[in-house]
């Protein structure tokens, strides 16, 4: 579909392992030829993540606060419109063959004075068919050429607009002076044939438009009198009731046009436009500066979305960008538990158990045979590094250790000095702060219609979370009132190979956790390293055996 997107993004939170697989996955794609494809996040980098992103002088992934579908993505850009001079009779042409119900009048800033639909068009022309005054029509000498395919003879009236009353000269000459002889005569437009002694007595009076039908001519005698009374005369080669009844029809659009017409702005969610196009035939995308960018109908909302995600160290709808749900997506490359994901369609879906989403993003660079960036080989070292704590947690495979090697042949670093540069550069608690801290790596989880969220930030000691503990224990208090009954915090020194857990929540959830408590709200996990495979399992166990 012309302008799809394809964004790969990891979690909200996003960690090391989640923003650098999304850059190097988009890069494999890209490689592989596919367009237009992405790499974005769903929140803030952590300050690991921005040691390594400065370290190889890469700029951050997009930031995405939500997919959800917009005006801009739905519009139609390439929109049928007529410019405020446009003649009625154009207009109606341009929708017969367009197909189209409505059509705004842009002027020539390209901005919306209005809207013009057929409801509008035949309602209007059938009042004024019907009116006293129907003969009287606003119109422009440019505009009745146009409807009529006629030609000029004089030209008296210039480009200003008119308003001319129009009178058939289809009657004895007779009555039709007795007629001129109650009008103002300037403001009048006769249409006539052939008939020499209605054309002389309209130009004696010195009316303001004659336009002669048939593709008849004036005489020489008359053409010196036309020029003496500055009447201005055109031909018509159409008789004189269709010529008539055309220039009705040559009135500029934006004399008709609607000026109270729905608006949005591109940003506007799909969701809250939907009435104002329920309601209407259409509504017009307008940027900052009012001009149009294109329009939104009904059928415009049952497009299929052109945003298309692929979901990087993650599956779970709870943990993805906002509005994950309402768009495309077409692929999964993750090494957590599957949780309640589903498409309508079958769909590339890598989910193993690994230590790092980068190993699984390495192994297809190998697969497919793709050439690799040093700078994006040392992107994934980091990203497995980070997960696996320098290849000391327990999530550990052969398969983490092969990806490695591979990297560093591709990178040309050390793993055990990079990995240790990492740690090392932003282990410190007080630098991050208690919101950065918690929020930096922080997860929900849901087990039988409840939820809990638990963060993990490494260190080298205890010593600075002791400091920070209340602090800590306040953040993880704000962040448990979305709706969560546990609020936790893994603190691991990644030199002793150990864990602290901070926790606040529900009584009973924390008792029956059953961890030795060091002290209030903290509990010791001698030899956890990992939150995927050591924490969040036996709490979701908990979770099952309590309700």
């Known amino acids: 579909m012309s302008g799809e997107i394809t964004y790969v993004i990891g979690h909200k939170n996003p960690d090391t392992d989640s923003i650098c697989s999304a850059i190097a996955l ?66 109606m042409e341009i929708m017969r063959d367009e197909l189209v119900r409505f059509v705004p009048v842009l002027d020539p800033a390209r901005r919306p004075s209005g809207i013009l639909t057929l409801m509008d068009l035949a309602r209007k022309y059938i009042v004024r068919i019907e009116a006293e005054s129907a003969r009287e029509v606003k119109t422009s000498l440019k505009n009745i050429i146009e409807a009529l395919g006629g030609t000029v003879v004089l030209d008296f009236m210039g480009s200003s607009e008119l308003t001319l009353s129009i009178f058939v000269g289809a009657m004895a000459e007779e009555s039709f002076r007795a007629i001129l002889a109650r009008e103002a005569t300037r403001e009048c437009a006769i249409v006539v044939g052939d008939r020499y002694g209605i054309q002389r007595a309209s130009i004696e009076k010195g009316v303001g438009l004659l336009i002669v039908t048939g593709g008849f001519t004036l005489k020489e005698d008359l053409m010196d009198l036309a020029r003496k009374n500055r009447v201005t005369v055109l031909g018509s080669p159409l008789d004189s009731a269709t010529t008539a009844l055309l220039l009705r029809l040559s009135t500029p659009a934006s004399s008709l046009a609607t000026p109270d017409f729905e608006t949005v702005l591109p940003d506007e969610p799909v969701e809250e436009i939907k009435f104002k196009v329920a309601k209407s035939n259409g509504v017009v995308v307008l940027d900052a500066d009012g001009v149009m960018m294109g329009v939104i109908t009904k059928s415009n909302l049952l497009k299929p979305s052109g945003t298309n995600l692929v979901l990087v160290d993650h599956n779970e709808l709870s943990q993805a960008v906002d509005g994950a749900d309402r768009v495309n997506i077409i692929e999964v490359v993750d090494h957590h538990r599957i949780g309640s994901f589903h498409s309508p369609a079958p769909i590339p879906f890598i989910c193993e158990p690994v230590g790092s989403t980068s190993t699984l993003v390495a192994e297809l660079f190998r697969r497919k045979g793709a050439g690799i960036e ?28 092969e990806a490695v090697e591979w990297l560093e042949e591709k990178s040309g670093l050390d793993h055990m000095t990079f990995g240790s540069e990492i740690f090392a550069a932003t282990s410190s608690l007080k630098k991050r702060g208690p919101g950065a801290a918690v929020n930096g790596d922080y997860k929900v989880f849901e087990a039988r219609g409840r939820k809990f969220g638990i963060g993990q930030v490494e260190t080298i000691g205890f010593e600075e979370f002791y400091e920070e503990k209340d602090r800590l224990a306040a953040e993880l208090e704000k962040v448990m009132k979305k709706d969560l009954l546990l609020s936790a915090l893994l603190v691991t020194d990644i030199v002793m190979g150990t864990s602290l857990l901070l926790a606040v929540g529900d009584k009973e959830l924390i008792y029956k956790l059953d961890y030795p408590r060091v002290e209030e709200k903290v509990y010791e996990l001698k030899n956890v390293l990992s939150r995927k495979k050591q924490v969040v399992p036996h709490i979701l166990g908990v979770f099952t055996s309590i309700f």
């Open 374 to 401: 040093k700078k994006t080989a040392g992107l994934l070292l980091g990203g497995v590094l980070s997960d696996t704590v320098i290849l000391k947690s327990p999530t550990t495979t052969a398969r983490d250790r």
């Open 26 to 91: 988009a890069e494999l794609k890209r490689s592989e030829g596919a367009e237009n494809v992405v790499a974005a996040r769903a929140g803030d980098i952590n300050p690991q993540t921005s040691f390594i992103l400065d370290y190889f002088k890469v700029q951050p992934p997009r930031y995405l606060p939500n997919v959800y579908p917009k005006a801009a993505d739905v519009m139609t850009a390439d929109v049928v419109n007529v410019s405020e001079e446009t003649p009625l009779l154009k207009v």
